[in-house]
């Protein structure tokens, strides 16, 4: 009997093989007219960047192609870029670009193969903005991959949005990146081709399961908790040049250890402003924490506790680190840059605390997984208190589970909003299921709502999850769309909400008769970000223009407390301690600055800023 069934799991094995194989297989002669594959594009600040990424160059062929843009009826040449190998991508870049037309383009290689799309017009005279958002784009059967995209495809295409957001774990192949890239390219290019869009690799993309990049050093194996990539240098740059060479230029483009780049930057689109993170690359390995916690790792460290009577808080050691300082300061200098912006977000890879406590099978729960961003505590509370300066909610993805929580530092509620979205193709279920109810939930919410301790002691509040149903669970490893799905993000800068709506696959959202999953929609407020509510009060303000840039800062270090463009002409900072501020209003070279403003429990008084 043993030997049956040794014989049925080798011919399965292979049979999924060559499925794969199958979904991945280019054509035996792909023509010269069929070398471009896909192309995604940003417009930032009036700098078009365009990358097309290609098929196999063959032979002879040119490793050399054009961009062109139609203007009264003709292409006409805007740029040339040479076909980088490995990875056959062109990057593209077009200074002064008029981003108040939109323009049709095609990328042409050799006269023979053309790609076309379209450049959208800036949409900053809207007064809403919309972003589709996805993660976890798995091609595997038994992942649910091989199940058609195009419920998702149409269904953006009907949202229409301004931007496009794939957050990571585009490829969940560890070591042929190229093919699988492609594979995603002929799913999603209908709608990237046509849409600004953010790309970000995360751990699977670049050959990890998990990924603690320790500032580039290399690892030591392909697990990598000790910190770094396994994969040649070479490998990642190939990937992170395929996925992120069309985002706006680096805020300091040094690169790490290995000479691997980096990609962090920030983007203007729409009277939006977008920090974009790598929350992976300068994360340190776990190796300084096993150091300092013998009694907890006495044969060395793993990815995930599983035991509650673990304290997780000894696990925040010093010498520790999630972004780097190299990204704080990013993110300091990005808090009070308001030019052209109206409202703020902050994307990521994965999610700053943990919300989710079970995965893979419904058997033991999970207490502290090391993948997660709530560790380490201090790394995370850092960023954090930056982020929450502008009042930016953020949008992650990696953990396959939908969920929309509010983070807490010091107090619960008071830092930002997170979305989670939910995976593409769900085959490593998670799911968030505490075993006391929330406090402070709102009455009838789930017992999963409300104010909690997630596994390192972070405080969370959890409005949404999206968790999977008994019977999905129950599927194991089956093919399944379970609990999948993709997020929108809807601001209105009119009035500064947010709205967050999650939903399933193989849905048809044009029906005003389509649910999303439970809990959702969510609408907040953009001060909903960082909302003091036992602080301290600063004077109103009443400004003489409307819609200002408000600074305030500690009046002797100087360092930023919250910058925001406030909607109106009137405005009553708070902060969190009492004692003396600076406030600066205006932008530009039309500002007007304040001293020694005392922040009082009740503060009735009234400030006139004429500018």
Same mark, same amino acid.
């Given at each position: 009997?043993?030997?049956?069934?040794?014989?049925?799991?080798?011919?399965?094995?292979?049979?999924?093989?060559?499925?794969?194989?199958?979904?991945?297989?280019?054509?035996?002669?792909?023509?010269?007219?069929?070398?471009?594959?896909?192309?995604?594009?940003?417009?930032?600040?009036?700098?078009?960047?365009?990358?097309?990424?290609?098929?196999?160059?063959?032979?002879?062929?040119?490793?050399?192609?054009?961009?062109?843009?139609?203007?009264?009826?003709?292409?006409?040449?805007?740029?040339?870029?040479?076909?980088?190998?490995?990875?056959?991508?062109?990057?593209?870049?077009?200074?002064?670009?008029?981003?108040?037309?939109?323009?049709?383009?095609?990328?042409?290689?050799?006269?023979?193969?053309?790609?076309?799309?379209?450049?959208?017009?800036?949409?900053?005279?809207?007064?809403?903005?919309?972003?589709?958002?996805?993660?976890?784009?798995?091609?595997?059967?038994?992942?649910?991959?091989?199940?058609?995209?195009?419920?998702?495809?149409?269904?953006?295409?009907?949202?229409?949005?301004?931007?496009?957001?794939?957050?990571?774990?585009?490829?969940?192949?560890?070591?042929?990146?190229?093919?699988?890239w492609l594979k995603f390219g002929r799913d999603f290019g209908e709608i990237l081709r046509n849409t600004p869009s953010v790309i970000l690799p995360d751990d699977h993309d670049i050959g990890h399961g998990n990924l603690w990049g320790q500032g580039g050093k290399k690892a030591d194996s392909r697990r990598g908790i000790s910190g770094?990539?396994?994969?040649?240098?070479?490998?990642?740059?190939?990937?992170?040049?395929?996925?992120?060479?069309?985002?706006?230029?680096?805020?300091?483009?040094?690169?790490?250890?290995?000479?691997?780049?980096?990609?962090?930057?920030?983007?203007?689109?729409?009277?939006?402003?977008?920090?974009?993170?790598?929350?992976?690359?300068?994360?340190?390995?776990?190796?300084?924490?096993?150091?300092?916690?013998?009694?907890?790792?006495?044969?060395?460290?793993?990815?995930?506790?599983?035991?509650?009577?673990?304290?997780?808080?000894?696990?925040?050691?010093?010498?520790?680190?999630?972004?780097?300082?190299?990204?704080?300061?990013?993110?300091?200098?990005?808090?009070?840059?308001?030019?052209?912006?109206?409202?703020?977000?902050?994307?990521?890879?994965?999610?700053?605390?943990?919300?989710?406590?079970?995965?893979?099978?419904?058997?033991?729960?999970?207490?502290?997984?090391?993948?997660?961003?709530?560790?380490?505590?201090?790394?995370?509370?850092?960023?954090?208190?930056?982020?929450?300066?502008?009042?930016?909610?953020?949008?992650?993805?990696?953990?396959?589970?939908?969920?929309?929580?509010?983070?807490?530092?010091?107090?619960?509620?008071?830092?930002?909003?997170?979305?989670?979205?939910?995976?593409?193709?769900?085959?490593?279920?998670?799911?968030?299921?505490?075993?006391?109810?929330?406090?402070?939930?709102?009455? @009838?919410?789930?017992?999963?709502? &409300? $104010?909690? *301790?997630?596994?390192?002691?972070?405080?969370?509040?959890?409005?949404? #999850?999206? +968790?999977?149903?008994?019977?999905?669970?129950?599927?194991?490893?089956?093919?399944?769309?379970?609990?999948?799905?993709?997020?929108?993000?809807?601001?209105?800068?009119?009035?500064?909400?947010?709205?967050?709506?999650?939903?399933?696959?193989?849905?048809?959202?044009?029906?005003?008769?389509?649910?999303?999953?439970?809990?959702?929609?969510?609408?907040?407020?953009?001060?909903?970000?960082?909302?003091?509510?036992?602080?301290?009060?600063?004077?109103?303000?009443?400004?003489?223009?409307?819609?200002?840039?408000?600074?305030?800062?500690?009046?002797?270090?100087?360092?930023?407390?919250?910058?925001?463009?406030?909607?109106?002409?009137?405005?009553?900072?708070?902060?969190?301690?009492?004692? @003396?501020?600076?406030?600066?209003? &205006? $932008?530009? *070279?039309?500002?007007?600055?304040?001293?020694?403003?005392?922040?009082? #429990?009740? +503060?009735?008084?009234?400030?006139?800023?004429?500018?």
């Open positions: 009997m043993k030997k049956y069934l040794i014989i049925i799991s080798f011919l399965i094995s292979n049979f999924i093989i060559a499925q794969n194989d199958e979904l991945l297989r280019l054509p035996a002669n792909i023509q010269p007219e069929d070398r471009i594959c896909f192309a995604m594009y940003t417009v930032h600040e009036n700098t078009l960047k365009l990358t097309a990424q290609f098929n196999p160059i063959r032979n002879f062929e040119a490793f050399e192609a054009s961009l062109e843009i139609e203007e009264n009826g003709k292409w006409v040449k805007k740029a040339e870029a040479t076909i980088i190998y490995p990875g056959y991508t062109a990057p593209f870049r077009v200074e002064n670009w008029d981003d108040t037309k939109e323009f049709k383009y095609r990328v042409n290689h050799e006269n023979k193969a053309f790609y076309e799309g379209i450049i959208k017009k800036n949409p900053i005279d809207k007064n809403t903005f919309v972003i589709a958002a996805l993660t976890c784009n798995s091609i595997y059967p038994n992942h649910g991959g091989d199940i058609s995209k195009e419920d998702l495809v149409s269904n953006i295409k009907y949202l229409n949005p301004d931007l496009i957001f794939f957050s990571g774990d585009q490829v969940y192949d560890h070591s042929e990146h190229y093919l699988y770094g990539y396994y994969m040649s240098p070479e490998y990642v740059k190939e990937v992170e040049r395929a996925q992120t060479s069309h985002l706006p230029d680096p805020f300091d483009p040094t690169p790490v250890e290995q000479g691997i780049g980096v990609y962090y930057t920030d983007l203007k689109w729409g009277g939006m402003s977008f920090a974009i993170l790598e929350d992976r690359k300068f994360k340190s390995g776990l190796d300084e924490m096993v150091k300092h916690n013998p009694d907890i790792f006495p044969n060395g460290g793993y990815e995930a506790i599983f035991d509650p009577k673990v304290d997780t808080r000894k696990l925040d050691v010093p010498g520790t680190t999630l972004l780097g300082e190299r990204q704080l300061k990013f993110l300091e200098t990005w808090t009070t840059d308001w030019e052209n912006t109206e409202m703020k977000t902050v994307l990521s890879q994965t999610t700053f605390a943990m919300v989710d406590n079970y995965t893979g099978k419904y058997d033991r729960e999970l207490f502290a997984d090391f993948d997660s961003n709530g560790w380490p505590q201090s790394g995370r509370n850092k960023a954090l208190t930056v982020i929450r300066k502008s009042f930016s909610p953020m949008i992650s993805g990696d953990t396959h589970l939908g969920t929309l929580f509010q983070h807490g530092i010091d107090d619960w509620n008071d830092a930002g909003y997170c979305f989670a979205t939910p995976a593409i193709a769900n085959f490593w279920l998670r799911w968030w299921e505490p075993n006391v109810p929330g406090k402070n939930k709102l009455k @009838n919410a789930p017992s999963y709502t &409300g $104010e909690f *301790l997630d596994g390192f002691k972070n405080k969370i509040t959890v409005k949404a #999850a999206a +968790n999977p149903t008994l019977p999905e669970i129950k599927e194991g490893g089956y093919l399944s769309t379970r609990a999948a799905g993709f997020g929108v993000v809807t601001y209105n800068k009119k009035v500064r909400t947010i709205t967050f709506d999650c939903w399933a696959r193989n849905v048809d959202i044009s029906k005003p008769n389509t649910k999303q999953y439970p809990g959702w929609p969510v609408t907040i407020s953009q001060k909903d970000n960082f909302k003091i509510e036992k602080g301290y009060e600063l004077p109103l303000l009443n400004i003489s223009k409307n819609n200002q840039v408000v600074t305030v800062k500690n009046q002797f270090t100087k360092e930023v407390i919250s910058s925001i463009r406030i909607n109106g002409n009137t405005y009553q900072p708070k902060v969190l301690y009492p004692g @003396n501020y600076y406030i600066e209003i &205006g $932008e530009g *070279l039309n500002k007007k600055r304040l001293q020694e403003i005392e922040a009082k #429990a009740k +503060n009735k008084s009234t400030i006139q800023i004429n500018l």
